[in-house]
């Protein structure tokens, strides 16, 4: 089944423990993407790729990491979560980053709390 | 900064009626609009894609694109409890050169359809 996943679902952490949400896409897209999801303020963009070795920032992307060493995956990392980083977060992808036709396939989520 | 805007509503129709959604844009040179349905706790999901002026029909879905005027718009015929949820309108941003890989969300109408 073509699909993104993304691990954990669900994370209570502290803040400043460092922590990795990964994603997964086995639809061999080229372009990955991390986005945040608060209320009232829509889904903003973090982070994204447009394929191997090559990331750029988003909307959003101070206190985050990325990196993209396979194509298949790309995790977001958390150096020192602060709790203003509680969010819904999502992973996309799509075929291709650059062409009009940038439909965009979503993970289900990942729940952060950060205490 | 490009933007993409949404009445937050609700949005409220009984059931049978036609619901509409609407989206306005800055950027005169966006080129293709994205409709995405999310359920509360879900991640988006794509219902339409536009990229010529004028509409585009997809069962009980139309999309409907005005260039000029800078706004695109989702018809719901028939419209069904099922239907309830919040529909974000997405474009991608684009640079003298084609898009950028940003992909640019509104905040989303939230749409509830009474039995």
């Known amino acids: 089944e073509a699909q993104v996943t993304q691990n954990p679902r669900y994370l209570i952490t502290v803040t400043g423990k460092k922590l990795t949400v990964t994603c997964s896409q086995n639809?061999?897209?080229?372009?990955m993407s991390w986005y945040r999801q608060d209320p009232g303020l829509g889904l903003r963009q973090i982070y994204y790729?447009?394929?191997?070795?090559?990331?750029d920032k988003g909307d959003v992307p101070e206190g985050y990491k990325v990196s993209r060493k396979e194509k298949r995956n790309f995790p977001l990392i958390l150096e020192s979560p602060s709790p203003n980083q509680t969010s819904l977060y999502f992973c996309?992808?799509?075929?291709?980053?650059?062409?009009?036709?940038?439909?965009?396939?979503f993970g289900p989520g990942t729940r952060l709390t950060v205490l | 900064q490009k933007e993409v805007e949404q009445n937050s509503g609700p949005l409220s129709v009984p059931e049978g009626a036609i619901a509409s959604l609407n989206c306005t844009y800055s950027?005169?040179?966006?080129?293709?609009f994205f409709w995405y349905r999310q359920y509360s706790g879900k991640s988006p999901e794509l219902i339409m894609s536009?990229?010529?002026?004028g509409d585009k029909e997809d069962g009980r879905f139309t999309a409907q694109l005005n260039k000029a005027s800078q706004y695109v718009s989702l018809l719901i015929r028939d419209s069904q409890p099922s239907d309830s949820a919040t529909y974000l309108c997405?474009?991608?941003?684009?640079?003298?050169?084609?898009?950028?890989?940003?992909?640019?969300f509104g905040q989303g109408t939230t749409l509830q359809v009474k039995p």
């Open positions: 950027d005169r040179g966006s080129q293709s």
């Open positions: 790729s447009m394929n191997v070795e090559v990331t």
């Open positions: 536009i990229y010529s002026n």
């Open positions: 996309a992808s799509s075929l291709s980053g650059l062409a009009d036709y940038n439909e965009q396939f």
């Open positions: 639809m061999n897209h080229e372009y």
């Open positions: 997405a474009a991608p941003a684009r640079d003298g050169s084609g898009n950028t890989g940003k992909l640019i």
